[in-house]
Nanobody, 120 residues
Framework: QVQLAESGGGSVQPGGSLRLSCAASGTFFAVNVMDWFRQAPGKGRELVATITEDGSTNYVDSVNGRFTISRDYVKNTVTLQMNSLKPEDTATYYC??????????????WGQGTQVTVSS
């Protein structure tokens, strides 16, 4: 079994910062692409940021320039640094990873989600 453990969520005023972290644990050969998704009340799940196994990154337009995604290839962690937070960033944030398992297949895993609330 593989699990993704998220941390770093909380409440912050507009303009503040938060740092989300996600660690993959278990037995596997490699972690491929890692992503952060978010889901606000009444809305669908949105892809926020992606980082590939080669280190290439992509962001949704609404967070570009404010958020930074990074990963540690040794510790199998992914981090989302969120600066200049806005009320519209309020959502549950989910870590996602595509992982090469011991059966030599790629499997998608999801974290349980961490709440981010931005309000004055």
């Amino acid at each position: 079994q593989v699990q993704l453990a998220e941390s770093g969520g909380g409440s912050v005023q507009p303009g503040g910062s938060l740092r989300l972290s996600c660690a993959a644990s278990g037995t596997f050969f490699a972690v491929n692409v890692m992503d952060w998704f978010r889901q606000a009340p009444g809305k669908g799940r949105e892809l926020v940021a992606t980082i590939t196994e080669d280190g290439s990154t992509n962001y949704v337009d609404s967070v570009n320039g404010r958020f930074t995604i990074s990963r540690d290839y040794v510790k199998n962690t992914v981090t989302l640094q969120m600066n200049s937070l806005k009320p519209e960033d309020t959502a549950t944030y989910y870590c996602h990873a595509n992982i090469l398992t011991r059966r030599i297949i790629n499997v998608d895993y999801w974290g349980q989600g961490t709440q981010v609330t931005v309000s004055s």
